[in-house]
């Protein structure tokens, strides 16, 4: 039923800076963003919950920030200071149903957008 819709990638220069954008169709509880890269397995990055909680894997803590629009239905993720291992495919994702710990795994979430690819050189 949720339809998501990302944007904002690109090939940027190591410590630059990347926006991200998610645009959903309708609201839902959680929503994560997750990066994929080839050979690797699909990583968890940051995500929101309905409160307007944040949470973030370690490698991107100080450098991304994660945020909503909830007028808007959007969700976004801003990527400062990027180095090459942040390189991927990067999914929203959103999760219907609530739980009582945040989310982190990619099973977890019922809806998927279509990835935005970020590249970053050395």
């Given amino acids: 039923q949720v339809q998501l819709v990302e944007s904002g990638g690109g090939l940027v220069q190591a410590g630059d800076s990347l926006r991200l954008s998610c645009a959903a169709s309708g609201r839902a509880y959680a929503m994560g ?15 929101i919950n309905w409160s307007d909680n944040t949470y973030y894997t370690d490698s991107v803590k100080g450098r991304f920030t994660i945020s909503r629009d909830n ?52």
């Fill in 33 to 47: 963003w997750f990066r994929q890269a080839p050979g690797k397995e699909r990583e968890f990055v940051s995500g």
């Fill in 71 to 122: 007028a808007k239905n959007t969700v976004y993720l801003q990527m400062n200071s990027l180095k090459p291992d942040d390189t991927a495919v990067y999914y929203c994702a959103a999760k219907i149903s609530f739980g009582l710990l945040f989310p982190t795994t990619a099973s977890t979430y019922d809806y998927w957008g279509q990835g935005t690819q970020v590249t970053v050189s050395s």
